[in-house]
């Protein structure tokens, strides 16, 4: 099947690593151009050196800087304009599932990780939405299961999650038929240095029978299973998707609607 996507320019947040890391890599498989944003320059030049090894210098850009400070955008979108003349396809994917096991975490903390989850999406989509707007783009937000169904995640992240669903379909209505909005939510995802992984290193008995319980595939999801969502929902291929909630958690979530 061909996605479409030669030469497509697409900015990715939280890029340097895990699902990020794997979203940037499957645009590159389709021959797409890719900006990767993330906090961590040494991550990120780590991240570059890996994908631009393979797919060559000239299809991949990099920016460390936190993509909730509106500060920071008037010069990673004046260098994708000098570079590359516009943007196609936005990715907010910044988000951190770890915080406190409180009902209520305090304001202080909740604030911190609503930061996180929620408003470097809104951020990401303010900045970049001119451009797709003119280039009749794709803006598409990770999301998570525990945004649209109360699975025992912390309240904080879990709401800042429903938040972003809600973002999405909102801004989806609204900007149809100029640019589609979709929204991924993932389930239980692993990789090195995620927050599976120090959860494994904690209590790996106690990990391995909370997926073989809730999750009726029986393990953890890959980033580049994400990744294949996202490349399609981006895609001509899903040229009549917009305002939908993609989840891909292996059968974990159990809601009807």
């Not at 936005?90 to 409180?102: F, K």
């Not at 303010?126 to 699975?151: D, H, K, Q």
Request: hydrophobic letters at 45%; one cysteine or more.
């Amino acid at each position: 099947m061909n996605l479409n996507l030669d030469n497509k320019r697409v900015l990715i947040t939280g890029a340097s690593r895990g699902i990020g890391l794997s979203i940037a890599e499957g645009f590159l498989m389709e021959n797409a151009r890719v900006v990767l944003l993330a906090r961590t320059h040494a991550a990120l030049l780590e991240a570059a050196e890996r994908l631009t090894g393979k797919y060559g210098q000239d299809r991949v850009l990099i920016f460390s800087a936190d993509c909730a400070d509106a500060s920071n955008w008037p010069d990673v979108l004046g260098r994708i304009n000098a570079d590359w003349g516009g943007l196609d396809i936005a990715i907010a994917n910044v988000g951190n599932g770890r915080s406190l096991t409180d009902a209520l975490p305090d304001s202080e903390h909740f604030n911190k990780v609503w930061r996180t989850n929620f408003m470097t999406a809104e951020g990401t989509a303010r900045a970049t939405l001119p451009l797709l707007i003119n280039s009749g783009g794709c803006l598409l937000f990770i999301s998570s299961i525990a945004g649209i169904e109360a699975i025992g995640a912390p309240t904080d992240y879990s709401v800042a999650k429903t938040a972003i669903v809600s973002l999405s379909k909102q801004l989806a209505r609204k900007l149809a038929p100029r640019v589609r909005v979709n929204c991924i939510a993932p389930g239980n995802v692993y990789f090195s240095g995620g927050s599976w992984d120090a959860k494994i290193k904690e209590d790996p008995k106690r990990v391995d029978a909370l997926i073989n319980a809730t999750v009726p595939m029986g393990r953890f999801g890959t980033p580049e299973e994400i990744a294949d969502a996202v490349v399609f929902l981006c895609s001509d291929r899903a040229s009549f998707i917009t305002g939908a909630c993609l989840v891909v958690d292996g059968g974990q979530t159990v809601s009807l609607f």
